[in-house]
């Protein structure tokens, strides 16, 4: 079956536009995660779905970065007044453990984001 | 502090030289713990899930073992195509994050 999606898979922009990533996950998955991954880093967690609502935003790094999954499938990272330091491959996860299990999670490919 | 360490950062090995890769953890209360490949402009692969200490996972020439404080990636006569860069993660006892590594980058030469 399909994997996970995102699009775009790249995205220039300039400093103080806004952008919004997309995220489509394995259909049926309940869990979804956003993650930022700078060059010859980890993944670091952003924010973390059950359903439609956000189970655990801590690591957002400030109020610019906002994520929506509405109807708990398709999720959205929106990014307001880009700054430079914003620059990094954003991966999306998901996984169909339900909160309280052992989550593995399947990821998309990136979406590659560089403010300019 | 919760915190995911990989040795080496890289580690560049003859065709067929086996060895291992390492992560280490601190945290509080481990859920679960988990291996990725992840090769170069791609998303993390998934390769194994370690839920307890003593808990061994094998895949082709990749074993993944656990213990209380530190997991071990053993890679058995490798070929250039494992070449790629392997991620440790943890799942946290206490709710549903998941905290990465740095990873460690294998390069297999031929």
């Known amino acids: 079956g399909a994997g996970v999606s995102q699009t775009p898979s790249n995205k220039v922009t300039e400093k103080g536009k806004y952008v919004e990533l997309r995220c489509d996950p394995i259909s049926g998955h309940t869990a979804l995660y956003w993650y930022r991954q700078s060059l010859g880093q980890g993944p670091e967690f952003l924010i973390y779905f059950q359903g439609t609502g956000a189970a655990d935003d801590s690591g957002l790094p400030n109020d610019r970065f906002f994520a929506v999954r509405p109807e708990g499938s398709v999720s959205t990272l929106k990014i307001q007044r880009t700054e430079r330091g914003d620059s990094a491959v954003y991966l999306c996860?998901?996984?169909?453990?339900?909160?309280?299990?052992?989550?593995?999670?399947?990821f998309g490919p990136g979406t590659r984001l560089l403010v300019l | 502090e919760d915190q995911v360490t990989q040795s080496p950062e890289a580690l560049r090995l003859q065709e067929g030289e086996s060895s291992s890769l390492n992560c280490s953890y601190t945290?509080?209360?481990?859920?679960?713990l988990f291996w990725y490949r992840q090769d170069p402009g791609k998303g993390p692969e998934f390769l194994f899930t370690?839920?307890?200490a003593g808990e061994e996972k094998e895949k082709e020439r990749l074993k993944a073992t656990l213990t209380k404080k530190e997991s071990f990636l053993h890679i058995t006569a490798p070929k250039p195509e494992d070449s790629a860069t392997y991620l440790c993660?943890?799942?946290?006892?206490?709710?549903?994050?998941?905290?990465f590594g740095k990873g460690t980058r294998l390069h297999i030469l031929p």
């Open positions: 993660a943890v799942q946290l006892g206490r709710d549903d994050k998941i905290i």
């Open positions: 996860a998901s996984s169909s453990t339900a909160s309280g299990g052992v989550e593995t999670q399947y």
């Open positions: 370690l839920y307890s």
């Open positions: 945290v509080s209360g481990l859920r679960g």
